[in-house]
């Protein structure tokens, strides 16, 4: 997992794909989001508007995915994920391949929150429980970038 500011990007040079999501978000005009299915390179990052309504930590559930990683950048309002190894859950739902998706159930490793100009890289290892309120419901704009992993190239 990543938790980090879009200030920082240069430090992500080494990661080509983080790197190239990072370099696209930094440039959109403030405030703007992606058209849905955004491709960014063929096959191996795209990016999707999020509009959400945060809630109770209890109302949330973990997913995880196999194939891409998520990186979720915040437009505005402050989102809380909550993270664990994906190892260290149970399955509630099994994963879904065309959807690249399963839920879990169990005790969070931390929770961050994230405000706009911050962004969170959670792996196929890192389940991840989105749209937690800090203090009292609000609404978030985010953008999350599908980043394909090692393991969904090989998929």
Known sequence: ???DSIKNKENYKDHKLIYQALSYL??????????PGTIL???????NPVSLTSKPKDQCI??????????????EGTEGIATADVETLRVTTPYEEEKDILF?????????????GQFMVCWPSDAHKV????????????IVC????EEGTNS
């Open 1 to 3: 997992m990543i938790f």
């Open 26 to 35: 930094s440039a959109l005009p403030e405030g703007e989001m992606p058209a």
């Open 41 to 47: 390179v063929p096959d191996q990052l795209f990016c």
């Open 62 to 75: 973990y997913e995880a995915h196999k194939k891409y990683a998520d990186l979720h950048y915040i437009l």
């Open 104 to 116: 879990l159930e169990g005790e969070a490793d931390g929770c961050y929150y994230l405000k706009p």
């Open 131 to 142: 749209a937690i309120m800090s203090e009292r419901p609000q609404q978030i704009r985010k």
């Open 146 to 149: 599908k980043i394909k992993t």
